[in-house]
């Protein structure tokens, strides 16, 4: 009774001697830590990119009015609370995706997180940029600050309509399968 070929597989290529199997584990498992470290394809995602374009549009808007003459200072200070609080989060939020430190705190909803900190944040930012524009009497400094709060905000309109389908479109289409 034959029971057909079998294939047995050895860590051994016919082409050479063998490694050390101590070796060779090593190799592989420390290439295997490296590739698992850091999400090299999130820096050139889409998701990745916007978080970047809003870090440096509320960096820019922050120092924009940092260093600019203030005619009101609690208008300012609003608005740069709300850009560094945002921009911290959002930097937060890149470390958790860059380290797949989501793949480790599973107690954590993080898309869920991700789309109610967008929520939040861009209806502060969207008050703190009208705020900003409104009390800036054409000093041009104030004005960029503004404008560039108004940029982010669409940016942040933009992350909240991804993470939107990722969170809520996904779970509804799971739920119905």
């Known amino acids: 009774m034959s029971h057909?070929?079998?294939?047995?597989?050895?860590?051994?290529?016919?082409?050479?001697p063998a490694a050390p199997p101590a070796a060779a584990a090593s190799s592989?498992?420390?290439?295997?830590a490296d590739a698992e470290l850091v999400d090299g394809a999130y820096f050139r995602s889409c998701a990745g990119m916007l978080k970047v374009a809003q870090m440096i549009s509320l960096l820019v808007g922050f120092i924009s009015v940092n260093n600019s003459p203030w005619t009101d200072y609690s208008a300012y200070s609003y608005f740069q609370i709300v850009t560094m609080c945002d921009l911290v989060m959002?930097?937060?939020?890149?470390?958790?995706?860059?380290?797949?430190?989501?793949?480790?705190l599973t107690?954590?909803?993080?898309?869920?997180?991700?789309?109610?900190?967008?929520?939040?944040?861009?209806?502060?930012?969207?008050?703190?940029?009208?705020?900003?524009?409104?009390?800036s009497y054409n000093?041009?400094?104030l004005v960029a600050g503004a404008t560039f709060g108004f940029l982010a905000t669409i940016?942040?309109?933009?992350?909240?309509?991804?993470?939107?389908?990722?969170?809520?479109?996904?779970?509804s289409t799971n739920a119905s399968v």
């Open 4 to 16: 057909g070929a079998r294939v047995i597989r050895t860590g051994v290529s016919s082409g050479g």
């Open 28 to 32: 592989s498992s420390s290439a295997g």
């Open 90 to 104: 959002i930097l937060f939020f890149y470390i958790i995706h860059i380290f797949r430190i989501y793949r480790k």
């Open 107 to 135: 107690c954590v909803s993080w898309p869920l997180a991700e789309f109610l900190h967008y929520l939040i944040g861009t209806i502060l930012l969207l008050i703190a940029s009208i705020v900003a524009a409104s009390k």
């Open 139 to 141: 000093l041009t400094g």
């Open 155 to 171: 940016l942040c309109v933009l992350s909240i309509w991804s993470s939107y389908k990722v969170s809520c479109i996904t779970q």
